[in-house]
Structure formats: C-alpha cells, structure tokens
C-alpha cells in the first residue's frame, strides 16, 4: 500500500495550485486526477479571466479570495512561466435601466475592495472601444482585470509542483476514502488504496460526490454550462479588452474579450443542467451569444467562428465558496461552491487551505530548497529571428513547423511530451502549444502530431488517443 502525508483529490486549478502551495513544505503529497491530463474539468473550458472579485458578494469567503488573488499574478505568472495580461475590461450600460445599476455596481466594487473601478462616459468608452454600440450612456472601468491561459496556469503549477517532489496520479479515480476513529486514514482509487494522513477534496464538479464518502455531502452539485464561440485571429470586429454585460442574479453575462494568443471569445451561455459530462454545444445556445452580444458589439461578426466548446461550471446547493473543516472528522478539508471565480482564486484558495491545515494540527516544515521557477517550453511564434535561428542552432527540430496556423515547431512537441507531466495525447499537446488551435483547427497538422507523439512515445498511430481512453484517433492503415 503507497502512503503519503496529504492526498488532494483533483488536478485543476484549484488542485494544482494546492500541490504547489504543500510541496514548498517537507510533506509527501499525492495528487489524484481521474482524467488523463491535467487541468480537471472547468479549469479548462472557462472564459480565461482572472477577476479582480469587483462585483462579488460583499463578505462573503469568494469575495475575500479573489480580491485577494487577482494582484498574485503578475510574480506567479513570470515565476510559472504562463502568458497573462492586465487588458482592462469594461462594463457599458445601453438602457436607462441598465444605466441606474452602474452606482450600486461601483458601490459593490468599493465593498470588496476594489477601490480602482472608475465611471467612464459612453463618448469615453467609444472612445476606448470603438466597435462598441454607440448608443452606450455610460459605464464602469475596472483596469486589472485581465487574461491567462488557463492550460498553462493549471500545467505550470502542477509541474513546478511535481518539481519539488509532488507525486501525480493521473486517470486515477477516486472511488472511497476511509475512515477509523474519527479521521481519515485511506483513499481508494482505482490504481489501489493510498495511506494518508489528510485529505483535501478539490473535485469540482464531484466533489459533493467525494464528500459522500466520508458523510459530509449536505449539500449538491449540478453542472451550469456555459457554450463559447472563438473567432478567427483576423476577424473583421475586435475589441482590445474585456467587454462585460451587467450582471444578473445567475450569471455575468455574456462578454466579448481577446484570448491571450490574439482570438475572440464570445459568451458564455448559464445553463442548468444534471449530466456532469455534457459538454455539446447546440443551436440555441449560440443564437443567444449572438442576440446578446450583438447588441454590445453590433459588428461583432461570428462568421469568423473557428470553433465552440462547453464548459460546466460547478453550481453548489446551497450556493456559496465553501471550505469545510470538521469537528467530527479529522484530517478531512472540503472544497465545495468554486465556481466562476475559481480559475482567479485558486492561488488564494490554496494558501488559505494550507494555512488552515496547519491551523488544525497538520506538521510541516518549510523546505529550504523549494524552487519557484517553471520554465515552459518555447513558444517559436514570439521569438524574434535571432532567438529562433539559435533554438534551431542547438536543436534542428525546431525548424521544422508542424502547425501552420500557431507556428508549433516538431521541437516544441518532442519538449512537451518529455518534460514534467507531459503530452500523452493530441489534446494533451493542443493545450500546452496551440497545435490544432487556428483556423484549420487541426486539419493540416493533426496527422503529424499523431506520428510524433507515436514515435515519441514509442507506441503505434493507433494506440494515439486524442484524450481518454477509447478516444484513439485511428483504427489502421488504409492500405498496406
């Protein structure tokens, strides 16, 4: 039987960032992912956003969190290696009503702390958005809001994590944790039984599922998707921040924004659900992004769409961020409620955990040799000449462009396989490189990535899964 000090259920961001904060302590720590690359679930299928916590409820932990984690970015974003920037976004009011919520929006944003939100005029805001409706009266600034990549973050925290001896279990489910004289003391997963001291569940959307096993679901979990559109690099309509709708009581609403690599995003949809694995996306959906979103940005121009995708946010009952410990139950914390905000929190919601943790008996000491620094695998696309032509000086795979449309190199394929956690599938690479990411969304490259990840892996075509397992992109040749 493996044992280990801490056993932390769940490898997206919230997850990850977790490894990361306990492996800076002499601990043994065991990380478990039931699918087969990091990233969990949400964490990577979101809007890319990191909050500043502006319109969160006042007082409440979300609130205390995100205010708290948006300003770590700037050193965890250099430390990890991971692209972000600090766009700005915008909330524009068209309608008088609209108009009349901009001071109890402010008001909130002072409530949390968010003291830099600043009233613009509509000419102000044309003026900072010209593709916007020119009928906006008015609206909020909020400066620090701002995008990431949401692979790489999850990715980069989990490998600097593994760096300093965090042990990953991926495409290992939990399925029991057990518990004797009050307190954890086992996990059950499909790879076998691990012996632990504690327990972190950090599920997302099953963790009402994992609290179940040691009694502690008072509460469920269903899934809110919500279905994007990503325009084409070059679409007619851009916009240079974050345009956000007012917010309802349900959701923020449908937004306009750049992805970090030079995309549109448009959406998301707020859709209650049941099934915690639809991800499809339909019709209806994406007519109300457009509908919504036009009456934003009326240029906005979804012809360009290169792809949509789903994500599934984590809707607690009761709602609300929860972190739980137990009087009843030792060694056990509960991570429930994380939800849009969580991609933001997660830096925030990790230090908190681990601060508890040690609150609540966990020994640990400092590591005097946790190294902070993740060094990611080259992104050719933003090399200048001379960096370019000295990669490809001292390994000439680089040289050979595999995607076309994001400029992936055959080098940086062969590097995202063999480093820490690496690729072991097509998505595994799309996500760490963009390969099959532009316009032709794999159509010219696909085919290459297949074979290199086969001989890389030492494995044959058909055994290359674009995911999980079942998801083998080939059956055999088509001729001999």
Known sequence: MKQTDVVVIGAGAVGSALARELSKYDLDVTVLEKNEDLGGDSSRSNSAIIHTGYDA??????????????????????????????????????????????????????????????????????????????????????????????????????????DNGVHFLLGTKCTGIK?????????????GTIATKYVVNAAGLYCDEVAGYVGKNDYYVTPRKGQFYILDKNTSCKVGMIVLPIPTKVTKGKLMCPTIHGNMLVGPTAEDMLDKTDKSTNAEGLASIAADVSKMIPGVNLRDTITQYCGLRAQRNPEGLNIDIYDDLARYVNISGVRSTG????????????????????????????????????????????????????????????????????????????????????????RRLRAGMGRCQGGFCGPRVIEIIARELGISPEEVRKNEPGSEMLTGAVRE
């Open 343 to 430: 991609l933001t929190g997660s830096v925030a919601i990790a230090k908190y955990v681990v601060d508890l943790m040690l609150e609540n008996g966990l020994r640990a000491t400092f590591k005097t040799n946790f190294n902070p620094i993740r060094h990611g695998t080259p992104r050719f696309a933003e090399l200048s000449a001379k960096e370019r032509a000295e990669l490809i000086a001292r390994d000439p795979r680089y040289g050979n462009i595999v995607c076309r449309c994001e400029t992936v190199t055959e080098g940086q394929i062969c590097d995202a396989i063999h480093r820490t956690l690496g690729a072991r599938s097509v998505d595994g690479v799309k």
């Open 179 to 191: 518990v004797e004289e009050g307190g954890v003391t086992a996990v059950e997963t499909t790879a």
């Open 57 to 162: 409820k006042p007082g409440t932990l979300e609130s205390q969190l995100v205010v708290a984690a948006n300003p770590m970015y700037d050193k965890i974003a250099r430390d990890l290696d991971v692209p972000f920037k600090r766009i700005g976004a915008i909330l524009p009011a068209f309608t008088d009503e609209q108009f009349a919520q901009l001071p109890a929006l402010k008001h909130k944003a002072m409530m949390n702390r968010v003291y830099d939100v600043e009233y613009k005029t509509g000419a102000q805001l044309l003026e900072m958005e010209p593709n916007l409706n020119p009928s906006v009266k008015g609206g909020l600034y909020i400066p620090r809001e701002s995008i990431i990549d949401p692979f790489l973050l999850c990715i980069g925290l989990a490998e600097n994590a593994a």
